[in-house]
């Protein structure tokens, strides 16, 4: 007897469009005619999961859900799961939280399941969320729950809700698991608590590549001296006779890069030619384009830069801004525009680069090209790409145009009101720069060095003694 019926029909008939679901569709009709009755429901799960699986849209999936509820399916767990996950899948959070409010129930495999279809949709936030409530139903905890819940909290900066993950953990021991412990590695040191990501890594009793790595990473990103502590790692994993992938050598990359270790970072680059990792990855040879130029061996850098096969607008960034950092605004200039004509679309920080370099050159036509270019485009530019224009326009003796720039910005930080109150000093309009800095109080923003050394040459240009000898910050508040 075939058991297809006319709402699944429909579907095909609608869909005859779609391949890939007309063909699941057709397996279907087939799977559930040569089924006995006995097993009939669980082929019908099975290829309702299928179809779920390879849903092209959103249309697609309603249909479906109809189907589902058609034979009755609308209670099943398996199917349920499958359903939910890809309604996350399209971005439907609110049909997709139905489906699990009304399958809910105390197996754990499928609560992971949900935490996992979630994280891969990007709701973070959701999976934050379902995660308390299974620790309220006190069902239990696994790794999986606990590892796809700090990935979240590392997503969203959730600090202190990861710690209370780690508390989790602890007590269902399973801080023990390498895939939690690199978990908790990796939250630990993206907020800079270096030391609480090393205890994390040392209660991990089995440590793989993965685990190695997450800590290399970790003293990667907090830099200063921990960076040091990166290779230290790496010596430790290799008399664990471990073999670094390719994120282990990019991690060492950028701890030399941030160590000025040009000795180290050729160590690194020699393995990997040898090992044959990272030939063509974009990113190895990015970081090590950083690496080399923070190093000062800037002919190594353009060597590099040279052979990519395809060069993106993040490696183009790394040499442009190299150039800028070791005083070579002209070859940065020249960069930018070989970048524009190889047909690369210039991001923000290409385009502040750009703007800086012609700053440095004092070349008010490239500046005020670049410029022309991102009101055609319609960029929005950011604050470090408008206090670079300001930057550019007041070094070009263009006063009128900085001020204008400046006046419009609606958000403003330290480094913005420096670059005016330089701007207006270079000019010689020294009381613009005090009446500036009054404005910067005003809005609370507090100086830094920089700040201090224009108001007191500003005080010089005045002559005003009283104000080169008192406290600026104090001062400049009783004019307000």
């Known amino acids: 007897m075939n058991v297809l019926s006319s709402g699944v029909r429909s579907v095909l008939h609608k869909t005859h469009k779609i391949p890939c679901l007309k063909a699941h569709f057709q397996c279907f009709c087939h799977s559930t005619r040569e089924a006995g009755s006995h097993s009939q429901a669980s082929y019908i799960s099975e290829n309702f999961a299928s179809c779920l699986e390879n849903c092209p849209d959103f249309l697609s999936l309603r249909k479906l859900h109809a189907c589902i509820f058609a034979y009755g399916l609308g209670n099943s767990i398996f199917v349920g799961s499958k359903l939910l996950n890809c309604y996350a899948k399209f971005g439907l959070l609110a049909e997709s939280r139905w489906v ?53 909290c590392v997503e969203l900066g959730s600090l202190e809700f990861g710690r209370g993950i780690h508390v989790d953990a602890f007590k269902f021991g399973l801080s023990r698991d390498r895939f939690v412990g690199s978990s908790l590695i990796g939250l630990y040191a993206k907020h800079g608590d270096i030391e609480d990501a090393s205890k994390a890594f040392d209660e991990i009793s089995e440590r793989d590549v993965v685990v190695y790595t997450s800590m290399i990473t970790g003293y990667a990103q907090v830099g200063d001296h921990c960076a040091y502590e990166a290779f230290v790692v790496a010596r430790d994993m290799q008399k664990e006779q471990l073999d670094p992938n390719r994120v282990t050598l990019v991690s060492l990359v950028q701890a030399a890069a941030q160590l000025e270790a040009l000795e180290e970072g050729r160590l690194v680059h020699g393995y990997a030619i040898r090992r044959g990792i990272g030939c063509s990855d974009e990113v190895f040879e990015t970081s090590l384009m950083d690496m080399y130029i923070k190093c000062g061996a800037t002919r190594m850098a353009s060597c590099i830069f040279g052979k990519m096969n395809a060069r993106t607008v993040m490696s183009w960034n790394v040499v442009i801004a190299g150039h ?44 005020k090209s670049i410029h022309s270019y991102t009101i055609r485009a319609g960029v929005q530019l950011d604050l470090v790409a408008t206090t670079a224009l300001i930057d550019m326009y007041s070094k070009c003796n263009d006063l009128i145009q900085a001020r204008e720039l400046f006046d419009r910005m609606e958000e403003r930080d330290v480094i913005s009101f420096n670059v005016m109150m330089a701007g207006f000093l270079q000019n010689g309009f020294a009381y613009l720069a005090i009446d500036t800095y009054c404005k910067m109080a005003g809005a609370g923003i507090r100086p830094n060095p920089g700040t201090i050394l224009i108001i007191l040459s500003a005080s010089s240009d005045l002559k005003d003694i009283r104000l080169g000898r008192w406290d600026p910050w104090t001062y400049i508040k009783t004019w307000v």
């Open 100 to 152: 699990f409010d009304r399958i809910i129930n105390d197996k754990l495999s499928l609560w992971n399941s949900i935490l996992v279809g979630y994280f891969r949709s990007g709701y973070f936030d959701e999976v934050l969320r379902r995660y308390s409530s299974l620790r309220e139903r006190k069902i239990g905890l696994d790794s999986s729950g606990i590892t796809f819940g700090l990935k979240s």
């Open 324 to 367: 800028l950092q070791m005083g070579q605004p002209l070859e940065a200039l020249d960069l930018f525009y070989l970048m524009v004509q190889d047909n690369t679309v210039p991001d923000l920080i290409t385009l502040a680069n750009g703007i800086l370099s012609c700053a440095s050159l004092e070349y008010l036509r490239g500046g």
